[in-house]
């Protein structure tokens, strides 16, 4: 039998163009900055970050550039800037390297 592809999560969204995007939910003032698993359809991340004046949003790119080994220009929030539910698009990662580090930052 020929190996099954692994499914994507529903986290992880792939428009046509193949950007990639991941949907979050933030939980600011925590106590600390991780990825902390799923909510729901989502990937749950906490941040240290008060939700105020956009240190929370700074934060969610800067924490998701140092993690992955981006610039934060290859990060863009592109929904939810006053949410807690958010859209992130990644460019410079295809998904297999995606997932695997966000499966490393899981961990």
Same mark, same amino acid.
């Given at each position: 039998?020929? =190996?099954?592809?692994?499914?994507?999560?529903?986290?992880?969204?792939?428009?046509?163009? %193949?950007?990639?995007?991941?949907?979050?939910?933030?939980? =600011?003032?925590?106590?600390?900055?991780? #990825?902390? %698993? /799923?909510? !729901? $359809?989502?990937? +749950?991340?906490?941040?240290?970050? =008060? =939700? #105020?004046? %956009?240190?929370?949003?700074?934060?969610?790119?800067? &924490? &998701?550039? +140092?993690?992955? %080994?981006?610039?934060?220009?290859?990060?863009?929030?592109?929904?939810? $800037?006053?949410?807690? $539910?958010?859209?992130? /698009? #990644?460019? !410079?990662?295809?998904?297999?390297?995606?997932?695997?580090?966000? +499966?490393?930052?899981?961990?």
């Amino acid at each position: 039998m020929p =190996p099954t592809a692994t499914p994507t999560p529903s986290w992880l969204v792939i428009s046509k163009t %193949g950007t990639l995007q991941l949907l979050l939910h933030v939980q =600011p003032s925590a106590k600390r900055t991780a #990825v902390v %698993g /799923e909510h !729901g $359809e989502r990937l +749950k991340v906490v941040l240290s970050a =008060p =939700p #105020v004046d %956009g240190k929370a949003n700074a934060a969610l790119v800067k &924490f &998701f550039a +140092k993690s992955l %080994g981006l610039s934060k220009s290859q990060l863009q929030i592109t929904a939810g $800037e006053g949410s807690r $539910e958010k859209r992130l /698009e #990644v460019v !410079g990662l295809s998904e297999t390297e995606l997932l695997a580090a966000i +499966k490393d930052l899981a961990a």
